[in-house]
């Protein structure tokens, strides 16, 4: 199984209101990233995490994906 991460990425910071991003291109320096796409200069925050996270399971149980 193929997931491409770079056009999930893309999707996402092309349109970050709909995931509930603020803020795309600065990044996080406080206790508390809610808004932040970016928690520092080159990691995501847990959020975009959690949301790669259903994106991938959503794909592995989707009825096309075969083993």
């Given at each position: 199984?193929?997931?491409d991460s770079?056009a999930?990425?893309?999707?996402?910071?092309?349109?970050?209101?709909?995931?509930?991003?603020?803020?795309?291109?600065?990044?996080c320096?406080?206790?508390d990233?809610?808004?932040?796409?970016?928690?520092?200069?080159?990691?995501p925050?847990?959020r975009?995490h959690q949301?790669l996270?259903?994106?991938i399971?959503?794909?592995l149980?989707?009825?096309t994906?075969?083993m």
């Open positions: 199984m193929t997931f770079n999930w990425f893309n999707m996402v910071l092309d349109a970050p209101s709909e995931f509930g991003f603020t803020n795309v291109t600065g990044f320096t406080c206790a990233p809610a808004g932040f796409f970016w928690y520092n200069t080159g990691h925050t847990e975009v949301l996270a259903n994106a399971e959503a794909e149980r989707s009825p994906f075969i």
